[in-house]
Nanobody
Framework: QVQLVESGGGLVQAGDSLRLSCAAS????????MGWFRQAPGKEREFVGT????????YYADSVKDRFTISRDNAKNTVYLQMNSLKSEDTAVYYC?????????????????WGQGTQVTVSS
């Protein structure tokens, strides 16, 4: 079973930057799309963005567009979430997810593989 392992979360101040990483445990794993989601206390899991493993094309939620950037390193089987200009409302547990379907999706139910999540806390 493929495992996704996130890292890079922490406590930062508003306006700071943070980079999250998500590595797949198996080097032979070839997802078609990797997504990032987040979940704040008392709220439903929210789509953040997704990246195509094949061509690197990305798609973001409006709430993070122009502040967050997703990239991937195919050789390392790792996807990154660069978060700039962080706001208190970005505070959440961030999850990476993978799907083998070639089409991007903003729906959590479309992703079969999930990481354990990493906490990001932004103080104002």
């Amino acid at each position: 079973q493929v495992q996704l392992v996130e890292s890079g979360g922490g406590l930062v101040q508003a306006g700071d930057s943070l980079r999250l990483s998500c590595a797949a445990s198996e080097r032979t794993f070839s997802p078609s799309n990797m997504g990032w989601f987040r979940q704040a206390p008392g709220k439903e899991r929210e789509f953040v963005g997704t990246i195509s493993w094949r061509d690197g094309s990305t798609y973001y939620a409006d709430s993070v567009k122009d502040r967050f950037t997703i990239s991937r390193d195919n050789a390392k089987n790792t996807v990154y979430l660069q978060m700039n200009s962080l706001k208190s409302e970005d505070t959440a547990v961030y999850y990476c997810a993978a799907r083998t379907n070639p089409y991007s999706s903003r729906f959590a139910s479309d992703y079969a593989f999930w990481g354990q999540g990493t906490q990001v806390t932004v103080s104002s």
